[in-house]
């Protein structure tokens, strides 16, 4: 599968071609340096090791200065494997959005979602609360109401939905479309919105 690393910029709108404004958001893709090469006679698959984003020396682990080295790039923010990539690249060499995406491409995003701390059931799962104040009900709106569990479970079951902690997990979005490409600014516009804040790491396959 063919990808890349990228940023979140931040979403704005465009126009398309019937006047319809559109919501997008531009992430900026690449260049991404190709730091391995995985082959199926030494490693059993094939893969590309792709970094991206710029990380200051001191704070990288000289096991990994080492291996950025080997590739003769500076140390990376973000390093990911992509298994099965199509494009003929070898150790050192720059992978740019225009080699991999193009307009129209339905793509798949991959990021970790904003975190919203601890959060209660009517935020986090979309309860509707009782409503109205009935039976002698007093400020118990947003409850998340009995468990259904007495002295048979006598426990709670896993999944249930209850309140905790909110977003700061892994998200895939599926079927994105690609709205434009621009390979000189290497930025990319996908409609609709992904995962993560502005300035977080994103994942983008095609």
Known sequence: MNGLIGKKIGMTSVYDASGKNVACTVIELGPCVVTQVRTEDKDGYTALQLAYGNRKEKN???????????????????????????????????????????????????????????????????????????????????????????????????????????GNERVKVRRLKVLKVFADQNLILIKGAVPGHNGAFVVIEK
């Open 60 to 166: 990288t682990p000289s096991a990994l200065i080492g291996h950025f080295n080997q590739a003769n790039t500076t140390p990376k923010a973000k390093v990911l494997e992509f298994r099965g990539m199509t494009l003929a690249k070898q150790l050192g060499d720059t992978i740019t959005v225009s080699e991999v995406f193009a307009e129209g491409d339905k793509v798949n995003v991959v990021g970790t979602s904003k975190g919203k701390g601890f959060q209660g059931v009517v935020k986090r799962h979309g309860f509707g609360g009782i409503m109205q104040q009935t039976h002698g009900q007093h400020n118990r709106l947003r409850a998340p109401g009995s468990l259904g569990n007495s002295s048979f479970a006598a426990k709670v079951m896993k999944g249930m939905r209850m309140a905790g902690q909110m």
